[in-house]
């Protein structure tokens, strides 16, 4: 059996700016090349595990452990944290007027790989990703998220993950703001990088059950309060989806 890509181990974190305690004791494992998704309400500590995870500096570890690939993430900096394969889809992509999607990328690949990348190898890579995610090759030439869409936003963001080739991908909010067909697409982007390298890991973190009919995850977590309180199969999500979080709620530590 493989070693672990992840572990997080009674994390505990808090706002650094006024010291609220958000992660109240974290505990999560994820192997290559499986999907996890977490399920949880507004202000569970969903989104903020993702960017502790990814070394945000709005929040500080007070306590636990989180191990990535045998190291120790906790005393990596945000750029060795990508570099070594960690990657983050926002919720909220920012704008970065006058830089192209293909410059950004070449200056991410670059950061990634530890080494220059040829100017036309880069580009028959790029062409090459955006067939297969279905995208329009003047897409690469627009600044990045200015002007753009919701789905157009987040399809970029698959984009990225396609060059970037992470080893573990953190996928925070994707489907906030998407319709239907735009989700579809993203899903389908996602789950076409799955299959092309299995043994890559997806953590999925989302309100609502209906991303996941698109993502099929192996193991799906249930969030209240700061704590991952119950794990269970994808039928997890449907009951979450009938009843909504008051259980949990209501008894966080019978979970």
């Known amino acids: 059996m493989s070693e672990p890509l992840l572990t997080i181990s009674n994390l505990h974190a808090i706002i ?6 958000i992660l109240k004791g974290v505990d999560l494992e994820i192997a290559p090349g499986r999907i996890h998704a ?10 903020t595990l993702s960017k502790v995870l990814t070394g945000h500096p709005a929040y500080e570890v007070t306590e636990g452990e989180v191990w990535f690939k045998g190291r120790n993430l906790l005393e990596m900096e945000v750029d060795e944290r990508a570099r070594a394969g960690l990657f983050l889809a926002f ?12 410059n950004f990328l070449r200056a991410a690949v670059q950061a990634r790989r530890g080494e220059e990348v040829d100017i036309f190898d880069f580009q028959e890579e790029l062409l ?3 067939r297969l995610l279905e995208m329009d090759p003047a ?12 789905g157009e936003k987040k399809r970029n963001e698959i984009l990225q993950l396609a060059m970037l080739r992470p080893d573990l991908a953190i996928m925070d909010e994707t489907d906030s703001g998407l319709d239907i067909d735009a989700l579809k697409v993203v899903s389908d ?6 299959r092309e390298r299995p043994e890559s890991a997806f953590l999925l973190i989302t309100h609502y059950q209906r991303i996941l009919n698109y993502i099929q995850p192996d193991v799906v977590h249930v969030m209240v309060q700061g704590r991952i309180v119950e794990s269970g199969g994808p039928d997890l999500a449907q009951r979450l989806e009938e009843q909504g979080y008051e259980a949990w709620r209501a008894e966080p530590s019978a979970a």
């Open 16 to 21: 650094a700016e006024d010291g609220t305690e």
């Open 38 to 47: 977490i399920m949880g309400p507004n202000g569970s500590g969903k989104s």
């Open 91 to 102: 919720q909220y992509p920012v704008d970065i007027p006058g830089v192209s999607i293909a």
């Open 128 to 130: 090459d990703r955006m």
């Open 139 to 150: 897409f690469a030439s627009r600044n990045v998220n200015e002007g753009f869409s919701g």
């Open 189 to 194: 982007g996602v789950n076409a990088l799955h």
